[in-house]
């Protein structure tokens, strides 16, 4: 019997130019993007996905693409909360629009870093657990920031990111990211040197939450709060999570500090970068994800022509039923690289399956103008109600969702000016879409 898709939402392709702005156009980079996210057997939702491309003001061209897929844990309110703030985060940090990117680097950091901390301010307004205690919301984020051909690939918890790259003529998998999990050495002593502790609970490792015995005790926990040690979370970084906050050392034992990496794009190398949360990795391995994307693109000659994030989500619930377990929510984002040429790709929707299409509603976005306004950005992103004010903006183009199966299939071209030393009032933060 076939897994039971839920309503999914498709919007057009799009063609959008990628540029910083220079007058000498070096190579251009033609980048595809696919995403879908599946509940599978959870009661809730608490994966979120984005994907977002940025510009300075109306006119002007696309400066650089964010992706991202947000796990959510103990409630969504952590994940819908990094999403609706996380990327407008990182970019108001100083540094960001450098052209060193160490400096890139330590941004995106402190724009984890600060959304963690401004979810303190939002705490008393999400829900208490059952015990009444302080929300234990949190959640994973695997970001990717496309510039030019650079590529930033940040994450916290077990939210992964894998790139699939050709070595010796065949497209092989290349993880860039580690899971960050309590049995991991490195994590389990950074733990236990800040005074936390890793427990194992059902054979799985968890880092421990200091809870009061009292469980309406309120207020910051003390030498004489009365406390056990209980065996909670599966993942050592988050964001959120505030409930491992250690008042004696000021710190907090599920870290909000992401690892990032830098990388520089080769289209004739770097063919794809998947990101997904555990509820793809947790069942498939890199390389079977990997194969599952070439066999899925072999003999196709426009990569529009076929779903690959619906494929890998659908490879990933098939391996929970062939394992007679609840299938996690699994969400997935491919980016694709080539070279681009002068002429656009084609407009040409992903192929679906008669059953699938049977089972599922098709919204069609509207399509956007270069002179975009605030109503024709809401309808091209489709995204929900809990989307930020700053999303909805005319200087973003949004493929957001957290509904259990959303489609989202969208290609633009990125070109870099051979002169990369541009001053701080040119970064490029402009978009321009570009519609046949």
């Known amino acids: 019997m076939s897994w039971p898709f839920s309503i999914r939402e498709r919007a057009k392709m799009k063609h959008v130019l990628l540029t910083k702005p220079s007058q000498t ?142 070595k010796n003529k065949l497209t092989k998998a290349e993880p860039l990211t580690s899971d960050h999990k309590p049995e991991s050495p490195d994590e389990k002593k950074r733990i236990e040197d800040i005074g936390g502790r890793v427990l194992v609970r059902n054979g799985v490792h968890r880092v421990a939450w200091k809870r009061p015995v009292v469980l309406k005790h309120k207020g910051p926990i003390t030498r004489r709060t009365q406390t056990e040690m209980v065996p909670f979370l599966a993942v050592s970084r988050a964001l959120g999570d505030l409930w491992s906050f250690d008042y004696f050392r000021g710190e907090f034992v599920v870290s909000p500090v992401p690892d990032v990496q830098v990388y520089t794009i080769d289209p004739s190398v770097h063919k794809y970068v998947i990101v997904a949360s555990d509820g793809l990795w947790g069942v498939v391995r890199p390389d079977e994800a990997v194969r599952c994307v070439n066999e899925s693109i072999q003999n196709v000659d426009e990569l529009l022509d076929v779903d690959v994030s619906h494929r ?37 929707s992903p192929s679906e399956s008669p059953q699938a299409e049977s089972q599922t509603d098709t919204d069609t976005a509207s399509e956007v103008s270069t002179e975009m306004t605030r109503e024709n950005t809401m309808k091209t992103s489709d995204s929900s109600e809990n989307q930020s004010q700053s999303d909805l903006t005319p200087t973003s183009t949004n493929l957001d969702s957290d509904k259990p199966a959303l489609v989202r299939t969208l290609a633009f071209r990125c070109t870099e000016p051979q002169n990369s030393h541009l001053s701080p009032s040119l970064q490029p933060e402009s978009v321009c879409v570009e519609l046949q």
């Open 25 to 166: 156009i070096k190579s251009r980079l033609m980048v595809r993007v696919s995403a879908e996210a599946h509940q599978g057997g959870r009661r809730y939702m608490e994966d979120l996905t984005s994907v977002l491309f940025d510009r300075q003001r109306v006119g002007k061209d696309i400066g650089q693409c964010y992706a991202a897929v947000y796990d959510g844990h103990g409630g969504s309110e952590a994940a819908i909360f990094a999403r609706a703030m996380l990327w407008d985060t990182i970019k108001k940090q100083r540094g960001f629009y450098s052209q060193d990117p160490a400096h890139v680097v330590k941004a995106i950091k402190e724009g984890f870093l600060a959304t963690h901390r401004a979810m303190w301010k939002q705490l008393d307004n999400w829900p208490k657990t059952r015990h009444g205690l302080p929300s234990t919301s949190g959640t994973t984020a695997a970001i990717v920031i496309i510039r030019g051909r650079k590529m930033y690939v940040a994450h916290v918890g077990d939210s992964g990111v894998v790139r699939g790259k050709i």
């Open 312 to 348: 890998l989500v659908s490879l990933a619930l098939s391996r929970w039923r062939e394992q007679r377990l609840r299938a996690d929510n699994t969400s997935v984002i491919v980016i694709f690289f080539e070279e681009g040429g002068s002429k656009p790709c084609k407009h040409k």
